[in-house]
Nanobody, 122 residues
């Protein structure tokens, strides 16, 4: 099993920046990839970004390209999501995920955190 704990969410204004963190523990060697999804009220869970530890290869969802950056620290088993130029439509619960294959498809991910709320409002 892999346990994931997110932090860094909060209330910010449009145009602000925020950085989310996700720490993995347990059988972390079984997680070749880590990523972020988000879910807004009344909507389906949406892919945000993912990182493959080997080579630090990354992929992004179309709605966040150019504004969000995913990165990771192997030594700390931690992945980050730097979110810039935040918009009200970025408001959602952000979930950290871990798995074995780099994918934007939710069902391909094996482990999930509890989520952290991000609210963008003036």
């Amino acid at each position: 099993q892999v346990q994931l704990v997110e932090s860094g969410g909060g209330l910010v204004q449009p145009g602000d920046s925020l950085r989310l963190s996700c720490v993995a523990s347990g059988r972390t060697f079984s997680s070749a990839v880590m990523g972020w999804f988000r879910q807004a009220p009344g909507k389906e869970r949406e892919f945000v970004a993912a990182l493959r530890w080997s080579g630090k290869f990354t992929i992004y969802g179309d709605s966040v390209k150019g504004r969000f950056t995913i990165s990771g620290d192997d030594a700390k088993n931690t992945v980050y999501l730097q979110m810039n130029s935040l918009k009200p439509e970025d408001t959602a619960v952000y979930y950290c995920a871990a798995g074995v294959s780099l994918s934007s498809i939710e069902r391909m991910w094996q482990y999930w955190g509890q989520g952290t709320q991000v609210t963008v409002s003036s």
